[in-house]
């Protein structure tokens, strides 16, 4: 080397030891979650080849981040241990959920380990960048190299976290979490029953007898208590399903999958004897009315639908302009990533289906602003639907929260509507 040339000096790279033996542990232990839950102990109900795209694909990718991770530069590694470790913490959040609330969870210790194994490679990144920095060239081109890289991660780690963090977070977090079984209160006996899918899963769901021949099922049922009781007092039939995977219903907790486990309700209580075959309605609340204005559209069997909240299915916000720029690339991740952890297709959208829905009555109910875009989504949703229809903006309500908000407004609202409907010139 030429006399007087710096000898350019770096931290050794962790890459080649001890950082690339971290970034494998981490992976590793998202990867025993993934496997454990989806083919080593399923969900009830499940087995391992109803998890083929949910297991496969993120192994895959996980195995694959594995094998070319030694050999990528240092700013790419950070990037990729700390995405895929922001990935992992959201990968245990299911866990720590059920943990908290005292639900079942056949998977409670490797969930743990995930989000160990998370909170592992989010750390390696920052370390990584720091151990492999430069330190040959003067004071001030150093400070420059730095402040660059600075600049270059403060707008990276946004982008990174719109684009991929997030929407794949979340649609992991929708698809395996879900209420933890309750009691219902709904003041007056009840019987606890099986609702059998045509996918063979047994869901559970609580059942106040009809007094007036008609029934409703409540979709998700456990915690509207009170809106059981309001029909119930009008002597109406009311069963408070738990949906798959949420309860003790069997299942993966897939709210793509509402309306199957809505119709097989809708049987349940057609072949009921204190129910007429054609006096059966639907009452379902956010995810769930988006579900029961679905199963409406496949079947006549719903004579009546009351939709309360509903809004824009994961993956479907309607933006328009500049905006689409922004969010529909995070839109289609996220699509794509609830695809793969429901193993299935998304239910066509909303605004397409409603319309068949006629000439079966419909009332959509909505807070303003709500969330979910409920309260842009709902006149869309009204103006697609056939007649007889009806919509209300509840005055003062938050989401799903009607009800509470104009409680005898509500009830003669929505009592009126089933009357109208199943009860008239019978």
Same mark, same amino acid.
């Given at each position: ?26 992976? *590793?232990?998202?990867?025993?979650? $993934? ?20 297991? +496969? ?10 094998? !070319? ?22 990968? /245990? ?10 639900? =079942? ?23 990584? +960048? %720091? ?6 060239? *003067? ?8 402040? +660059? ?12 976290? %719109? ?16 209420? !933890? ?74 709210? %793509? ?5 809505? $119709?097989?309700?809708?049987?349940? +209580? ?13 009452? /379902? ?7 029961? $204005? ?17 809004? =824009?299915?994961?993956? =479907?916000?309607?933006?328009? /302009? ?7 690339? *995070? ?8 695809? !793969? ?30 969330? /979910? ?18 919509? %209300? ?15 005898? =407004? ?17």
């Amino acid at each position: 080397m030429p006399s007087g040339t710096a000898t350019p000096r770096r931290r050794p790279a962790l890459g080649r030891g001890g950082e690339r033996a971290l970034v494998l542990l981490g992976l *590793s232990a998202v990867v025993i979650h $993934l496997v454990v839950e989806n083919y080593v102990r399923p969900q009830p109900g499940t087995s391992a080849a109803d998890h083929l795209a949910s297991g +496969l694909i993120p192994v895959g990718i996980l195995a694959g981040v594995g094998a !070319v991770y030694p050999r990528l530069r240092p700013g790419v590694r950070a990037t990729i241990a700390m995405t895929v470790g922001a990935v992992g913490i959201a990968v /245990g959040v299911p866990t720590v959920h059920y943990l908290r609330h005292g639900g =079942e969870y056949a998977y409670h210790f490797t969930g743990l380990v995930a989000l160990a194994g998370g909170v592992l490679l989010l750390l390696t990144g920052p370390v990584t +960048l %720091w151990r492999t920095r430069r330190r040959d060239g *003067s004071r001030r081109r150093r400070w420059a190299r730095r402040s +660059l890289t600075a600049a270059v991660v403060i707008v990276a780690v946004p982008v990174v976290v %719109w684009f991929v963090v997030f929407p794949v977070s979340l649609a992991y977090i929708y698809t395996h979490t879900g209420p !933890v079984l309750s009691t219902p209160d709904l003041r007056v006996p009840f019987r606890t029953v099986t609702v059998t899918t045509d996918d063979s899963l047994k869901l559970t769901a609580s059942y106040v007898r009809s007094r007036n021949g008609a029934a409703v099922v409540l979709f998700p049922g456990r915690s509207r208590a009170d809106e059981a009781r309001m029909l119930i007092a009008h002597g109406y039939g009311v069963l408070l399903l738990d949906p798959r995977g949420q309860g003790n219903s069997e299942g993966d907790p897939i709210r %793509w999958a509402g309306a199957a486990d809505l $119709l097989a309700a809708t049987k349940y +209580l057609q072949a009921r004897d204190d129910v007429e075959p054609d006096r059966v309605g639907g009452f /379902g609340f956010s995810v769930g009315g988006e579900a029961l $204005l679905e199963a409406a559209a496949q079947s006549t069997a719903i004579a009546a639908v009351v939709s309360e909240g509903a809004g =824009e299915r994961v993956g =479907e916000a309607n933006v328009s /302009g500049a905006a689409r720029l922004l969010v529909g690339p *995070s839109q289609a991740v996220m699509s794509a990533a609830t695809m !793969v952890f429901s193993n299935q297709r998304p239910p066509p959208p909303i605004v397409d289906r409603v319309g068949r829905i006629a000439p079966r009555p419909v009332l959509l109910v909505y807070a303003d602003p709500g969330i /979910g875009g409920e309260s842009t989504r709902q006149p869309v949703y009204y103006a697609a639907a056939g007649h007889p229809k009806a919509m %209300w903006e509840v005055p003062g309500s938050r989401h799903t929260g009607g009800l509470r908000a104009s409680p005898a =407004e509500y009830e003669r609202r929505v009592v009126g509507f089933f009357d109208d409907a199943l009860l008239d010139d019978r």
